[in-house]
């Protein structure tokens, strides 16, 4: 009923909605075609363009409102009247709008022939007479003069208000002047001119006054009459909207009244009918539920209850009086069992007691195990030094190859050993608390020198290509701990060359912008071809005494510790560490450090900016061997070609050209070996560039020429010095922390020294080693006893 209610009202609203728009379509078609008689007239004065485009909107709008008009009244009451209205409507503005074209059509012709045809006759005609001057008398052509004039003048008139009047003037004057030069000038061909275009200026008129008296009829008196005629139409259909309008009125006033008395009839139903729910509801389910619901807190409270009422009903009451009988009985199980719980809670608070002072035996045993080893630094590392001091003292002297290939072994396990026992005794350190960060000045460049000398004999052993790669803008000194910095380097290169069986392991060095002007992050990254690890390795990798499986430490050993100590030490330096690993594709690894340094310090590469030649390098593959920041700190006129285009280029390079060819491998030296011969002879400015392996084949380059060779791992100094000594030029830089890489050569030295030292082995061992330095030296175990 309320839907139907609804529905009513709302058609109500509708058609009323509806008789008020046609109302005011109606009322717009009677405004608009006041608008359209208005710009015809203004266009009949002035021809102006707006009132065109003015005259072209209204139609439209005219139209699109009789459209809209036709729409409303479709299946309505007297709908064929309503048509017919529109169509005569319809039809009268079309004759309307083609009645308007026809009077654009002659107030243009009318322009025309204004101003082409009768201006431009009549000036010709004046100028015809003034070269009438020199052959008749001057009193006939002022008199033909004149009555053109006036003609003229008649003509300009009429243009401005076309009046019958001023026509039958213009004529005459003009007829006079025809007249005068007809006898007066027609003796001569000129004279005749003049009376041609006369004749010529009287039927141009004539046909201009037919045309403004034809598009005059139709402005004010066929288009008038249409208007008139579409106005009387609109007023018609604008009585019977409106008288369709108050009726509508009248029936939504009527459907209001009906609606208003259902919807009372209804709310009076409706009201009895939320009472006879109510009271239902009261006394069949609100009174039983309130008396449950005091049965349930009775039970929640632990009292004892006599009767539950609604045991016997069928509906959801009997269901809840039926649950309060079984929470009744589960109430009094539960009051038996927190007796019971009481007692084992005495019991368990009692063990706790004896669980907390375990936990703090076993904390205390734990700390004194890494106090215990901690402390115990020391004594173990000195005996390990001892050994192997002693063995290298060994492998100084003279033995047999037998002899050396066992001391070489036991020099081997011992280094093993001492490492592992370093972990050990490092991660100690770190959990006792005992492990502090120095914040010392220290050269960069002795780290990566060292960490080149120690991963380079590691990766040689297993064949492995090392690609080590430095920011040539790294300042030469840091603030930190340059032992911990070197320990991370290191534990990271060895894991990697540790677990890869192929390929190449990648060192990258670079730093990025710290806090403040005074500190940078130097940022290590460790890339390898390893075996790789699973995320689900990759989650546990850093804890203590962990590998990636069961298998890798049986595989390739070590303690498990590296890794750890490598998170722990970063954590102290206040750093960051990143993996990522793909298993079969190898492992990379990130370390951040936030690090200071001064803002003079030097940098590892300066530029030399060498612009008299210029350097062509041929890469093998998409990246070359060399970086290309190292090439353009030395000479930035440099261009990268790739190794197969060497061919097309060698016509290129003249004596001047410095040349860098990668040889990645033994097959590229033997495919490019005529080529580089050719290359050869252009320059003797030839260096090549190659990787860790093969080893032997730097050897076979210098063998076969005479050029310079630089082969992976090297620090930016020795790329440096690798590219001034391609261009013939020396190193200028003598800063003795960068350190050259090469085979070690034994050198003597001669002095006297004070050895002080206070355990026996250890002053053996050194003893020894200054000795084999050609050193004498005294020995004392003590500063006191050095003293005396």
């Not at 409507?89 to 025309?112: P, W």
């Not at 402005?219 to 009585?239: D, H, I, P, T, Y």
């Not at 390079?653 to 070996?673: E, G, Q, R």
Request: charge should be negative.
């Amino acid at each position: 009923m309320s839907r139907s209610i609804q529905s009513s009202y709302v058609d109500s609203l509708d058609q009323t909605q509806t008789a008020v728009v046609k109302v005011s379509l109606v009322r717009e078609l009677e405004r608009d075609v006041i608008d359209l008689q208005r710009n015809v007239l203004v266009y009949k004065e002035s021809a102006s363009e707006s009132a065109i485009n003015r005259f072209n909107t209204l139609m439209k709008e005219n139209q699109q409102n009789l459209n809209s008009l036709e729409k409303l009244i479709f299946a309505q009451e007297n709908e064929e009247v309503y048509l017919d209205y529109i169509s005569r409507m319809r039809a009268h503005l079309k004759e309307y709008d083609d009645n308007f074209t026809n009077v654009v059509i002659g107030r243009t012709k009318r322009q025309y022939i204004y101003q082409v045809g009768l201006l431009a006759e009549l000036e010709s005609v004046f100028e015809q007479l003034d070269l009438e001057y020199a052959t008749n008398s001057q009193t006939s052509i002022d008199q033909v003069r004149y009555h053109v004039a006036r003609a003229k003048n008649f003509l300009l008139q009429y243009i401005v208000t076309p009046e019958q009047e001023l026509v039958d003037l213009f004529q005459q004057h003009l007829a006079k002047a025809k007249e005068i030069a007809s006898e007066k000038l027609a003796q001569n061909s000129q004279g005749q001119i003049v009376l041609d275009k006369l004749l010529q200026v009287e039927t141009n008129f004539l046909q201009l006054s037919q045309i403004t008296r034809g598009y005059l009829f139709l402005v004010n008196v066929v288009m008038a009459g249409s208007a008139n005629e579409f106005l009387f139409l609109a007023r018609e259909l604008n009585r019977l909207v409106t008288e369709n309008l108050t009726a509508t009125n009248v029936n939504v006033k009527h459907s209001v009244e009906k609606t208003q008395k259902s919807n009372d009839i209804f709310s009076i139903f409706s009201i009895l009918l939320a009472l006879s729910t109510a009271l239902f509801l009261v006394y069949r389910i609100m009174v039983p539920i309130k008396r449950i619901t005091e049965i349930f807190q009775k039970l929640a409270k632990g009292q004892y209850i006599d009767t539950i009422e609604g045991l016997d009903r069928r509906d959801e009451i009997g269901q809840l009086a039926q649950s309060a009988t079984v929470f009744h009985e589960i109430n009094k199980q539960t009051t038996f069992l927190l007796e019971e719980s009481q007692t084992l809670n005495s019991k368990q608070e009692a063990l706790n007691q004896q669980l907390i002072i375990s936990n703090k035996e076993a904390e205390q045993a734990t700390a004194s195990k890494s106090m215990f080893l901690a402390n115990m630094s020391h004594e173990i590392r000195t005996p390990m030094n001892g050994i192997i001091g002693m063995v290298d003292v060994l492998l100084h002297s003279d033995l047999t190859s037998e002899q050396r290939e066992k001391l070489d072994k036991v020099a081997y396990s011992g280094k093993i050993l001492l490492s592992l026992i370093n972990d050990i005794l490092d991660f100690s350190k770190i959990e006792a608390g005992k492990l502090d960060i120095e914040n010392v000045k220290f050269s960069i460049n002795s780290v990566l020198a060292n960490t080149i000398a120690n991963i380079s004999t590691r990766a040689k052993e297993k064949n492995l290509n090392v690609l080590f790669y430095v920011n040539p803008n790294l300042p030469t000194e840091l603030i930190g701990d340059p032992l911990r910095v070197t320990q991370i380097l290191l534990n990271l290169c060895s894991n990697a060359v540790k677990f890869t069986n192929y390929g190449k392991v990648s060192i990258d060095v670079d730093f990025s912008a710290g806090i403040d002007a005074e500190t940078i992050n130097l940022i290590l990254e460790v890339k390898d071809t390893g075996i790789g690890m699973s995320q689900e390795q990759v989650h546990k990798v850093f804890e203590s005494f962990t590998q990636a499986d069961g298998s890798t430490s049986r595989n390739f050993g070590g303690t498990g510790l590296g890794l750890t100590i490598v998170k722990q030490l970063v954590k102290l330096m206040q750093g960051s560490i990143d993996l990522e690993s793909d298993t079969g594709k190898g492992t990379t690894f990130t370390v951040s450090l936030p690090l200071k340094h001064k803002k003079e310090a030097a940098i590892l590469m300066p530029d030399c900016g060498i612009t008299s030649s210029n350097l062509c390098y041929f890469v093998d593959g998409n990246n070359g061997l060399l970086s290309s920041q190292y090439i353009k700190k030395i000479c930035p006129r440099y261009h990268q070609y790739p190794l197969s285009s060497l061919s097309e280029n060698i016509e290129r390079i003249t004596a001047k050209d410095a040349i860098l060819i990668d040889v990645a491998s033994l097959p590229a030296f033997k495919t490019f070996h005529e080529l580089i011969v050719k290359v050869k002879e252009k320059t003797d400015k030839i260096g090549f560039i190659t990787n860790s392996q093969p080893s032997n084949l730097p050897a076979q380059l210098t063998s076969l020429w005479s050029v310079e060779c630089l082969s992976h791992p090297f620090l930016p100094h020795q790329a440096a010095q690798f590219l001034l000594q391609l261009f013939d030029q020396s190193s200028t830089d003598t800063d003795p922390n960068r350190l050259k890489l090469g085979p070690m050569t034994q050198q003597a030295f001669q002095g006297h020294v004070l050895l002080v030292e206070d355990n026996y082995i250890n002053q053996a061992v050194v003893g020894e080693m200054l000795k084999i330095l050609g050193v004498t030296f005294d020995v004392a175990e003590d500063g006191l006893t050095g003293s005396n």
